[in-house]
């Protein structure tokens, strides 16, 4: 039958020649493409739900809206997560594909051999995943230790509605109250990627278990979470409303 791939870009001459190139390949069965993330969100949500999951994305990074990174972050968290091969015209995005686990990283112009060769990648990385056990859900991360009245206890990530940055320390909001913490909100976001947190604006990182309501009046966008509404920012509304279309899509 050949791989089930997806080929993301936002420019239709880039996407053109991919799709060329993928098609020449006997490996390669079905071709779908994608425009943007949020189109390849819903057609990897499609896939999955006709029992049709895509093997592989082949992505590229600069696009509008939700970027290729962004988008690989947020496919490694898929239970049946495709691979990612990213398809850039920039070398800067490495240590970022690196740390999402994508299986190739091809610089454009897109060479037919250094594409079969991640094909071959994809090929040999499917095969071994069809002989092995369902891959297990990623552990919560670790538990941030906090200070409350001399006494050391240890906040998980579930408990946390939403994190506020203070400088270089960050003050974790949860339904009992607040606690501040020596870490940057930066690096905080990144060590909480897998336990389902969403940078809404650079003061303010939120579960997307706790937003009660988005809220769009007069340009401005705003969530709820508890009682608090927080802003967000003009550069991420459109991958928080992708991120909350498809968590409401797996609701049952």
Do not use: N
């Amino acid at each position: 039958m050949g791989l089930r791939v997806l080929a993301v870009d936002d420019e239709a001459p880039a996407l053109d020649d991919l799709v060329h190139l993928l098609r020449a390949d006997p490996r390669i069965g079905e071709i779908h493409t994608a425009r943007d993330g949020a189109d390849a969100l819903r057609k990897l949500d499609r896939a999955l739900a006709d029992g049709r999951p895509i093997a592989a994305v082949f992505l590229d990074i600069r696009m509008p809206g939700l970027d290729g990174t962004v988008l690989g972050r947020v496919l490694a968290q898929f239970a049946r997560a495709p691979q990612i091969v990213f398809v850039t015209a920039y070398e800067g995005h490495a240590v970022d594909a690196f740390e999402i686990k994508a299986t190739d990283y091809i610089l454009k112009p897109v060479r037919p051999e250094r594409l079969r060769e991640a094909i071959r990648r994809v090929s040999e990385s499917a095969e071994l995943d069809d002989d092995e056990a369902p891959p297990a859900v990623p552990a919560e991360p670790e538990p941030m230790p906090v200070e409350l009245g001399g006494v050391i206890r240890f906040v998980t990530p579930s408990e946390v509605l939403y994190v506020e940055a203070q400088g270089d320390y960050a003050r974790l909001h949860t339904s009992g109250g607040s606690h501040l913490v020596r870490i940057p909100l930066a690096a905080l976001s990144e060590r909480w990627t897998g336990a389902g947190f969403v940078r809404v604006h650079r003061s303010h990182l939120v579960a997307l278990s706790a937003i009660k309501e988005l809220r769009l009046d007069s340009g401005r966008c705003t969530v709820l979470v508890g009682d608090v509404e927080l802003p967000v920012s003009r550069r991420h509304v459109r991958e928080l409303r992708d991120l909350l279309v498809r968590r409401a899509r797996r609701s049952p």
